[in-house]
């Protein structure tokens, strides 16, 4: 069980992040703080992230053992009904005069039977509280289920003690505890520490239960010494090299995930007779968390810093557009300003690396942080091996509340209604036209990829011609004649060509003269500017950089002209081509010549050698004035169109208002949501990083993103699912790139490129893990897809309401999650032909059986989804055996991702230990309460609220489905 206490900071005006105190004002208080768009070196980034991964070792490697506990021949009542039983482990050390007592663990509990086997295993950890020469006590208790109840209770026993969240008491207690009766001790067992600790092996140890002089059964204890590669976490890339995914939990990559909660448990299986599944279930938190939101904002804000400089140069406007222009300016300005800021205070906090509580959902310096995000992982060990699932398997579940702007009210909804509402509106200018701006977005993003590989052709063509290399001299020219070719079709695009005719139309007037300003004229023309200035402009008056109206005037090869009504593309596009043909001339010219003179050179035997020959008159005469002025009327092209699309973003979002609320919004939910697809992704590459076919898979049809929602479709909730629902289909924009970290000071990197309507999220990765990759593809740097799909499944009871309320025609709710669910079939229906496609063209036997099985997993799961039943928990369960067995990433939330969360993720896995390992059906219902009551969910509420108990009310507790309701010995109502 985990060890983290209870927080004593109950105050409002206090935020709270893992052990991190946040003043809520603290925002504020800096209004002068530096802008932090900018990426900091490889070098203090590859060492914030080892100080953030160094959470994670082990401060002690003092040996670890499992014991696993079982009793037999436990008497019976008078009555001959068996008991029902727990055990406590304590152990006594002796310091001097005193003897100190510690509450080790205890066990679950097992009904009705005199030989019980307990699959709740304590961990014990020698160390100062737990020494070889001290005792261990084991208790064995016998449990009152008839008067098992939520809340305060009287218990019947006489002993008072504190077991890890039960009480046992013999009067009625208020508390932040989970009651349970206990009834009187049955029988207590010791042993020396350092009995149990002789063998390194596995060792059984068989005492008996003494009550005074009498002895009423026995305990049996089986010993096993916990391996040290569980325990150690430590990063060292040069064993990282060398690990495969069984001898480190966190797979080949360097670990991400910190502040780990482990829990141990032996369940039986039907396998054989002797057949044991071992399980260990960890939660862990994730240096994700706060890093991934920090990196998306300065993403966003190098987005818009880039916009705002194409607006700066915009020049003149029309009365009609001018006002909206500035107000753009003025949203851009304040944005980039707030992030700024919001960077700023999530840095301070990443010196720490927690997570959100779900108390602090709400504080809006914390918005961009997900919701109590963790990694859940549970792996199994058995006795045996199947045909398609090996003697050990780990699943990974990442768990989080919803990515909601919980800080707004959802009186009018959530993002899928406000954004219907904001096309609908009267000044929604392009109904016709809702994907445009997008692509848009797109364009200047191309536009960009083509003027920086001419930039970087031409600066190859440079060296080329200095070093007088005449192949790699034809290789830049035609590189160079490539890339403008591609921005000749850019520019006969449509959205281009409208959008050059759009700022022309928006100049005052409409008529401009051809004639180039002057420089008093330029001066007089910037003073009325927008005051934001552009940093580095040129202000000397002269040249093209500094005219008025830059995107006004283009270079056409001869001379500056004004782009008018009167102004034709076509010239500018020709005027290119021929300087063109001239520089393919020279370099050809050049490129002879120098092979010419070498072979003088070499016949002449005048000693120069081969290469080193320069034609310096060439390059300094001809060359260089012929590609300058090349190179500034492809600049001029560039600037004009690059100026003209954003231009025509700001008249499509010339509802300025309802955009900059929306647009806050979906940036706060999408790096929620961003950064769980981050951490599930990163998790699924690093187990399968030498796993060929799955590295084939999603570079081929994508990472599957599956997201499970246990939102009610009625209430705030239903603007909570709204807002998820749009973030979740947002993140069809992102992609995954694998580079080689070029620093040597650590092993893993990531950064975040791209505008908010094409993110490429990249981890840089140290080489000599690179070269583990088996994917050639990927490890040269291919873009990977992502298909994200969402289901939702209301399950509280304002969804029995709104089911009540449907049936009587008195509400549409419902509608939203029929909606969902209907297109996020469709699109997982989509995604499993491919997959099937893929592994029907292996030739494994195991490929052939996995195709059959996903076959009728799919066939289930459309079954089972056409029934229409109320709180279809049946349609969760058949969507995580098909999404396990397709190999996605599974992401499960609920408001805060606490209680309705934690039912559903020990469902799965049970459902997982059932259908791959062979857990008997007889102990499904048994597993399932062990793992809510003894597992790591319990300390995940602990950590989030300060008690640990699910919060569930009566009225809840009657109307969840039978599967998600908690063992109600583990429940607190909530105030």
């Known amino acids: ?66 014991l696993s506990l079982s009793c037999c021949n436990l008497p019976t009542s008078d009555e001959g009904n068996p008991p029902s039983t727990m055990v406590r482990v304590q152990s006594y050390t002796n310091q001097g005069d005193t003897t100190a007592l510690a509450t080790l663990s205890h066990t679950d509990v097992i009904e009705s039977s005199v030989s019980p086997c307990y699959s709740h295993l304590v961990l014990l950890d020698l160390g100062p509280s737990c020494p070889l020469t001290g005792v261990l006590e084991f208790e064995v208790f016998s449990v009152n289920h008839t008067n098992m109840e939520m809340g305060d209770c009287t218990l019947d026993g006489q002993e008072e003690c504190l077991l890890e969240g039960v009480v046992l008491k013999s009067q009625s207690v208020k508390g932040n505890s989970v009651h349970l009766r206990v009834g ?27 009550q005074g002089q009498f002895v009423c059964g026995f305990l049996v204890v089986n010993v096993t010494q916990v391996s040290q590669v569980e325990e150690s976490y430590q990063l060292r890339r040069n064993a990282l090299v060398n690990r495969t995914d069984k001898d480190l939990p966190g797979g080949v990559l360097p670990n991400i995930l910190t502040n780990v909660t482990r829990c141990h448990f032996s369940f039986p299986s039907s396998k054989t007779e002797d057949a044991k599944l071992k399980v260990f279930e960890e939660m862990y938190e994730c240096v994700f968390n706060i890093q991934v939101p920090i990196e998306l904002l300065k993403c966003y804000n190098r987005e818009d810093i880039a916009l705002l400089k194409e607006l700066n140069s915009i020049g003149a406007l029309g009365d009609k557009w001018l006002g909206v222009l500035r107000e753009y300016q003025a949203m851009l300005h304040e944005s980039i300003q707030s992030y700024s800021q919001y960077i700023g205070e999530m840095e301070n906090l990443g010196e720490t690396c927690g997570f959100k509580r779900s108390t602090v959902k709400r504080d809006e310096t914390l918005q961009f942080i997900p919701c109590n995000l963790h990694l859940q992982r549970m792996r199994v060990q058995s006795s045996h091996e199947d045909t398609l699932v090996t003697g050990e398997r780990t699943y990974n579940f990442c768990t989080f509340g919803c990515p909601a702007d919980h800080g707004r009210s959802f009186k009018n909804g959530g993002l899928r ?88 139309v928006a100049r005052p007037g409409n008529a401009l ?141 010339s509802y300025v208002k309802e955009l900059k609320a929306l647009k806050l919004r979906r940036d706060v939910v999408f790096s929620q949501a961003l950064t769980s697809l981050v951490t599930s992704f990163y998790t699924s590459i690093s187990q399968n990083f030498t796993d060929p076919s799955y590295l084939r898979q999603i570079r081929k049809i994508g990472f599957l993103a599956q997201f499970e929602s246990l939102l009610s479709s009625a209430g705030d909730e239903s603007g909570m699912l709204e807002d998820m629902c749009v973030a979740v289909a947002e993140l069809a924009c992102v992609k995954f ?34 070269a583990l990759l088996p994917d ?22 304002k969804q029995t309401f709104a089911h009540i309320k449907h049936d009587l025609n008195l509400t549409t709710s419902l509608q939203l999650q029929d909606e969902i669910n209907s297109q996020s079939l469709d699109h997982l229906c989509c995604y499993v032909k491919k997959f099937l496609e893929l ?19 799919l066939s289930h799961l459309k079954k089972t989804y ?110």
């Open 737 to 770: 790139q694998l580079l080689d970290l070029r620093s040597e000071d650590g092993a893993i990197d990531f950064q975040i490129k791209g505008t908010r309507d094409s993110l490429v999220v990249q981890f840089l990765i140290a080489p000599d893990l690179m």
């Open 839 to 857: 592994v029907k063209n292996q030739q494994s036997s195991q490929a052939q059986l996995r195709a059959v099985r996903v076959e009728d997993l």
């Open 866 to 975: 056409s029934t229409h039943k109320s709180k279809n928990i049946e349609l969760l369960v058949a969507l995580h055996q098909l999404v396990h067995w397709v190999r996605g990433g599974r992401m499960t939330s609920c408001k805060s991702g606490k209680d309705r969360t934690s039912m559903s993720v020990t469902l799965e896995e049970c459902c997982m230990l059932r259908n791959n390992h062979h857990l008997p059906g007889s102990e499904f219902v048994k597993t399932l309460s062990t793992l809510r009551s003894h597992g790591t969910r319990l300390e995940n509420c602990l950590k989030n609220t300060g008690h640990r108990c699910y919060h569930f009310n009566q009225l809840q507790l009657v109307l969840l489905p039978k599967l998600l309701t908690p063992p109600p010995f583990t429940c607190r109502d909530p105030e």
């Open 184 to 210: 009187n001790i049955i029988g207590i067992a010791t042993c020396n520490i350092s009995s149990l600790t002789e063998s390194t092996t596995t060792k059984e140890l068989k005492l008996p239960l003494s």
């Open 1 to 66: 069980m985990g060890l983290t206490g209870q927080d004593p900071l109950k105050d409002k005006g206090v935020s709270i992040i893992g052990s991190q105190v946040l003043p809520s004002k603290k925002l504020y208080e800096k209004d002068a703080r530096r802008t932090l768009y900018a990426r900091s070196s490889n070098k203090e980034r590859a060492q914030k992230l080892q100080s953030l991964t160094n959470v994670a070792t082990v401060k002690h490697m003092s040996p670890k053992y499992e």
């Open 513 to 653: 003269s051809t004639a180039p300003p002057t420089s008093k004229d330029a001066k007089r023309m910037s003073m009325k500017r927008q005051s934001i200035a552009v940093v580095g402009k040129c202000t000397c008056g002269k040249c093209l950089k500094c005219v008025p109206s830059p995107s006004d005037w283009l270079w056409n090869g001869s001379r500056v002209v004004q782009i008018s009504s009167k102004w034709m593309m076509s010239d500018s596009i020709s005027s290119i081509q021929n300087d063109l043909v001239k520089i393919v001339g020279l370099v050809e010219s050049a490129t002879l010549l120098v092979v010419d003179q070498q072979h003088l050179a070499v016949a002449s035997e005048i000693g120069i050698g081969l290469g080193t020959f320069k034609p310096t008159y060439v390059w300094s005469n001809t060359l260089i004035p012929e590609f300058s002025k090349l190179k500034q009327t492809v600049e001029g092209l560039f600037r004009v169109a690059t100026t003209s699309l954003s231009f025509a973003l700001v008249q499509l979002d």
């Open 417 to 504: 209604k406000l954004l219907s509402e904001c096309r609908s509106s009267p000044s929604f200018i392009c109904k016709s036209t809702e994907g445009k701006a997008s692509s848009i977005k797109q364009t200047i993003a191309k536009l960009a990829e083509i003027r920086t590989a001419i930039c970087k052709y031409n600066s190859a063509l440079y060296s080329a011609t200095a070093d007088a290399k005449p192949t790699a001299m034809n290789e830049a020219v035609t590189a160079i004649s490539k890339q403008i070719q591609n921005l000749f079709w850019m520019m006969e695009t449509k959205i281009v060509k409208e959008a050059v005719e759009g700022l022309i």
């Open 776 to 797: 050639k593809a990927i490890q040269s740097g291919e873009l990977i897809s992502v298909v994200p799909v969402l289901f939702t499944q209301g399950v509280n009871e």
